[in-house]
């Protein structure tokens, strides 16, 4: 049974992770599985909703829009968050071909399946519009076709996703040098920036290709005590490697632990061959941050297989 709303979530545990490259380095990693909140909907996206929800109710809206792409972990989490406060939920959703068979887009595709499931209505636009999803004219028209809205940006980051991400960190987490954790829009790394202590060091491993991410996360802090790590993104979002989900596999097989390929699993494989090369000194302690994302694996492996490659174990 459900022990939590979409704005009360559990303890969430910290685990660590025992590798002989960790040992023999002298390193000590630990990962806080943030990945636990929800079976369904794991990670940063429901500490990312949190205060948006609250916002939304307080101020007396029934639905909640939002974007994301087809196999988006906000539209999902969104979608649970809108059902479990009783709101209606919106997605707009960038692939107007999407839409011409709606039935067979949700038999091949778990995530919008899963929106759909929560009672997500869905608006299926072109890429060229979605491009222009922050105009005014674009707002507008999604107005006089839906309503008045609580608007939710592509990836959920505003300054109140900021605020419900810098609770990833407690009392517990005083005690490491480094905190480490996945980068897609940077919502979240600021967040754990904000809330980072004057000892640590903040390391951010963008899941996406392009030096915009620095200039987004500054919007948000002006706290220098934090780096991104733009050596491991495999390609851009939704990229990935036979030897990334060769660690992912192995990763599972060894601690138990399921990660993601968008990002968890990349800033995983960053941080270990951080490691290995020497790049943290001997008995630093490092956090890791699992944010989350398991629900994109199914959709992931049935790429994968339809291009012949090794799929990811679940």
């Known amino acids: 049974m459900q022990t939590w709303s979409a704005t009360t979530f559990p303890e969430t545990p910290i685990n660590a992770i025992l590798n002989t490259v960790y040992r023999e380095k002298g390193v000590e990693v630990d990962l806080k599985r943030e990945d636990l909140i929800d079976a369904d909907v794991s990670g940063n996206k429901f500490r ?3 205060y948006n929800v609250l916002q939304a109710v307080e101020e007396e809206y029934t639905a909640l829009l939002t974007y994301g792409g087809a196999f988006s972990n906000h539209i999902a989490a969104t979608a649970k968050a809108g059902k ?13 071909e999407l839409g011409y068979d709606l039935k067979e887009t949700l038999l091949n595709n778990p995530t919008l399946k899963f929106a759909h499931d929560c009672g997500m209505e869905f608006q299926f636009v072109t890429r060229s519009a979605y491009r222009e999803k922050h105009l005014e004219s674009f707002r507008e028209s999604l107005k006089t076709k839906h ?28 005690n490491y040098d480094f905190i480490a954790c996945s980068v897609g829009t940077g919502g979240t ?22 030096d915009f991410l620095e200039a987004e996360i500054r919007k948000y802090t002006s706290r220098t005590n934090w780096q991104l790590v733009t050596d491991y993104h495999f390609g851009g979002y939704a990229k990935t490697s036979s030897a990334l989900i060769q660690f992912i596999n192995t990763f599972k097989k060894e601690q138990d632990i399921q990660l993601d390929p968008i990002y968890t699993g990349k800033m995983m494989y960053g941080l270990t061959d951080l490691i290995s090369n020497g790049y943290f000194s001997k008995n630093t302690r490092i956090l890791a941050i699992h944010t989350g994302g398991l629900q994109g694996i199914t959709g992931m492996n049935e790429r994968l297989r ?9």
């Open 84 to 96: 479990l406060f009783g709101l209606k939920t919106i997605g707009v959703i960038r692939g107007e």
């Open 147 to 174: 309503g008045n809205f609580y608007e939710i940006p592509e990836g959920g980051t505003n300054a109140l996703a900021i605020k419900g991400c810098a609770e990833i960190l407690d009392e517990l987490t005083a």
């Open 48 to 50: 990312k909703l949190k």
């Open 189 to 210: 790394l600021a967040g754990i920036i904000e809330a980072s202590l004057p000892h640590q060091k903040v390391l951010g491993f963008p899941a996406l290709k392009g």
């Open 306 to 314: 339809k291009q012949g490659r090794s799929t990811i174990n679940i």
